[in-house]
């Protein structure tokens, strides 16, 4: 047990414990920088963080899954040196200190071996959340989700240098078992939405891993910014992309370089896929959800040119499973996880096959598994 561990590496128990789920997105893939909406899901693997008051006014942080301590600063920094896990930390601790949340001295233990690192699962939300939580508890201020949600979206944002959007640390917050959730990344309203027992969400890990800070993510972003400037040229309500109808995007094409205008279509259609995700799953209607996924991984490779060789391909021989509704990328792209919608009832089959076959076509080992939705950051037992 954490607290056991905890004990044994700091020689007191612990005063909080929490745990955070990492999280797929079924679908709507980089619209929340753009205001727009998503479909994610907080899955049952999770990164738990252990704490308790030192005397110090030092935070020192061990790391389970680098095995490594770090001794942080808490005030005086202002971004961080590297992206490496610390950095997370030294960033929520600051902005807990900008927001007028004084952060005293802290043992922390952190045990993220449930969520991998770099697989577009959202380890660092994970990671945001559990520290926020554990935090919260120890020092003894009311949980209020949304709000360190916020939090943690600026730490990644302002000292980790990732311009990261909300719907990572809101699902790892706020999930709830059995359900997705459908959030407005511009009000933050959340409607849950459960998933049929009859499909289970299968997590196709390709096996190569990328880091936010070393892709072309940030200039995804910027050129989505871009696109807006000159959207309002002829539109100047246009607050997002989240804002642009099709018929807009079409009238702005004389005003977009060639690349701009097909990183804009994508949002701008991708941003109607999660409502109908979201009615195809209450139907029943699996055959449409995964013609939607289908639709979205096509985007994502040929427009917004983030998928990669590997992911493509893990699609690729996923959807020529007979029990395979559909398949797409999920994160943010450019390596790590991929996600099908297969039948329950079949899902062991599912795996046995289509990971070999991925691995003997890539000759890179892959990591398959079913995951189901879970709830979001949370206290723990000792």
């Given at each position: 047990?954490?607290?056991?561990?905890?004990?044994?590496?700091?020689?007191?128990?612990?005063?909080?414990?929490?745990?955070?789920?990492?999280?797929?997105n079924l679908i709507g893939e980089h619209t929340d920088y753009n205001d727009g909406f998503v479909l994610p899901m907080a899955i049952d693997r999770r990164v738990t963080v252990a704490a308790a008051p030192r005397v110090d006014d030092q935070i020192v942080a061990f790391s389970e899954e680098f095995n490594e301590q770090k001794k942080l600063p808490v005030r005086g920094a202002t971004s961080a040196p590297s992206r490496a896990w610390d950095a997370y930390v030294t960033g929520l601790c600051r902005t807990l200190e900008a927001s007028g949340i004084r952060v005293p001295g802290?043992?922390?233990?952190?045990?993220?071996?449930?969520?991998?690192?770099?697989?577009?699962?959202?380890?660092?939300?994970?990671?945001?959340?559990?520290?926020?939580?554990?935090?919260?508890?120890?020092?003894?201020?009311?949980?209020?989700?949304?709000?360190?949600?916020?939090?943690?979206?600026?730490?990644?944002?302002?000292?980790?240098?990732?311009?990261?959007?909300?719907?990572?640390?809101?699902?790892?917050a706020a999930g709830r078992s059995g359900n997705a959730m459908l959030l407005d990344c511009r009000s933050l309203?959340?409607?849950?939405?459960?998933?049929?027992?009859?499909?289970?969400?299968?997590?196709m890990d390709t096996g190569m891993r990328?880091?936010?800070?070393?892709?072309?993510?940030?200039?995804?972003?910027?050129?989505?910014?871009?696109?807006?400037?000159?959207?309002?040229?002829?539109?100047?309500?246009?607050?997002?992309?989240?804002?642009?109808?099709?018929?807009?995007?079409?009238?702005?094409?004389?005003?977009?370089?060639?690349?701009?205008y097909l990183r804009a279509k994508h949002v701008v259609e991708e941003n109607a896929r999660?409502?109908?995700?979201?009615?195809?799953?209450?139907?029943?209607?699996?055959?449409?959800?995964?013609?939607?996924?289908?639709?979205s991984h096509a985007s994502l490779r040929e427009r917004y040119e983030v998928s990669s060789i590997h992911l493509d391909i893990i699609c690729d021989v996923a959807r020529d499973h007979f029990a395979c509704h559909g398949a797409r990328m999920t994160g943010a792209g450019f390596g790590g996880c991929a996600i099908a919608?297969?039948?329950?009832?079949?899902?062991?089959?599912?795996?046995?096959?289509?990971?070999?076959?991925?691995?003997?076509r890539t000759y890179q080992r892959a990591t398959f598994f079913a995951v189901k939705g879970d709830d979001g950051a949370r206290l723990e037992a000792s």
């Open positions: 047990m954490i607290g056991e561990r905890f004990r044994r590496y700091f020689g007191v128990w612990p005063l909080a414990i929490a745990s955070a789920p990492g999280r797929v802290m043992s922390l233990l952190i045990s993220g071996q449930g969520v991998p690192t770099g697989a577009g699962l959202s380890s660092s939300a994970a990671l945001l959340m559990a520290l926020a939580r554990a935090l919260s508890s120890a020092m003894r201020i009311g949980w209020e989700p949304l709000k360190m949600a916020r939090l943690a979206q600026r730490a990644e944002n302002d000292f980790v240098g990732v311009h990261s959007g909300i719907m990572d640390p809101v699902a790892s309203e959340v409607t849950y939405v459960s998933v049929p027992s009859d499909v289970t969400i299968v997590v990328r880091a936010l800070s070393e892709t072309e993510y940030n200039d995804r972003r910027a050129t989505c910014d871009a696109a807006i400037r000159q959207i309002r040229l002829i539109a100047p309500d246009v607050r997002a992309l989240r804002d642009v109808s099709p018929s807009l995007l079409e009238s702005a094409v004389p005003l977009l370089p060639a690349t701009m999660p409502k109908a995700l979201a009615l195809a799953l209450a139907a029943g209607d699996f055959d449409a959800a995964g013609r939607l996924m289908n639709a919608l297969v039948r329950t009832k079949d899902v062991d089959q599912f795996i046995r096959q289509v990971q070999p076959q991925y691995e003997a």
